[in-house]
């Protein structure tokens, strides 16, 4: 499964979202055609994974407690990742009900915006993502990452920066 776009669309008052047709069609065959698994984001979003991608990030996390508990930081991370986690089955109109707490750390108030993101959807408070992401795109950084992505000849290969496998300029910088 394979995500991408953006879709703006509107919290109801018992905390309803509709997701994107063009997203639940976007379910793998393997996957629970009725539900997403939804998470706290990193960016003060929230993270939507279909079953499959949910799984790796399940298998991901649990990787990290490898050993009799793991370390305290491992534990805590998983800790508070899975206590917000849902599973949140889609009604028959295509929408999603979020349970307060999750509505809350996302920040979203009413309007919303649904981005596909390779495996997963990020779902965004409007408000949240107008001010604090889309201002990347026309940022510098944005510009600079997507030069060494594609070269300045708009082609794949040129590397991304901060990565430490030899993946091209800015080589072992801590980004």
């Not at 065959?29 to 979003?45: C, I, K, Q, S, T």
């Not at 399940?58 to 990742?81: E, H, M, S």
Request: hydrophobic share 40%.
């Amino acid at each position: 499964m394979f995500f991408i776009g953006s879709h703006r669309c509107a919290l109801d008052q018992k905390n309803r979202i509709a997701v994107p047709a063009r997203f639940r069609e976007g379910l793998a065959e393997n996957d629970e055609p009725d539900a997403f698994y939804v998470v706290r984001g990193l960016d003060g979003n929230l993270l939507l994974f279909a079953e499959s991608g949910w799984d790796r990030i399940r298998q991901g996390v649990d990787a990290l407690q490898r050993g009799p508990f793991g370390d305290a930081a491992v534990r805590r991370f998983a800790r508070i990742f899975y206590e917000s986690a849902e599973r949140c089955p889609l009604d028959k109109q295509g929408r999603i009900l979020l349970p307060d707490r999750l509505v809350s750390m996302g920040g979203i108030k009413r309007d919303a915006i649904f981005i596909g993101v390779s495996d997963r959807i990020e779902l965004w408070s409007a408000e949240r993502y107008e001010a604090t992401e889309a201002p990347f795109a026309a940022d510098d950084e944005f510009q600079r990452m997507a030069r060494a992505l594609f070269g300045s000849g708009g082609q794949a290969g040129g590397g991304v920066p901060g990565r430490t496998d030899g993946g091209g300029e800015g080589e072992g910088e801590d980004r």
